[in-house]
């Protein structure tokens, strides 16, 4: 695709995000169980093609076993957040899901109680991109 010079455009006019990122900290059991409720709700979801999990932290004293028992819990890979999709979603609070409308990304940040069920409030904001 070429753009002249200054020209702006939507980059969802041309390619829809049809995924939804959550990212969690995976020492946090409530944050653990908050991301595979989303992972339901994101699935559910006509406009959700594929669901990806980004760990900010993981328990690394029993390293690949706490892994790959985690990921068995997901049923699917699980990724670790990278310091660019953290900049570039301004990823200040854990749980967060990231899903796209027509026109912008929106990120949610979630509140995990201990036991792993959503607390009331949430905080939305639109990046548009």
């Not at 939804?20 to 006509?46: C, K, N, P, S, W």
């Not at 609070?93 to 509140?111: G, N, Q």
């Amino acid at each position: 695709m070429l753009i002249a010079k200054g020209a702006t455009f939507n980059q969802f006019d041309m390619t829809p995000f049809d995924m939804g990122l959550v990212i969690f900290d995976a020492t946090d059991e409530g944050q653990v169980e908050v991301a595979l409720q989303q992972r339901d709700e994101l699935e559910a979801r006509d406009d959700i093609r594929q669901v990806v999990f980004m760990m900010t932290d993981m328990e690394t004293l029993d390293g690949w076993d706490v892994f790959e028992a985690l990921s068995d819990r997901f049923d699917r890979p699980l990724h670790l957040l990278t310091p660019d999709v953290a900049e570039r979603f301004e990823i200040e609070r854990t749980p967060t899901v990231i899903t796209a409308t027509d026109t912008h990304f929106e990120v949610k940040e979630m509140v995990a109680s201990r036991l792993g069920s959503l607390n009331a409030g949430t905080d939305s904001e639109a990046i548009d991109d």
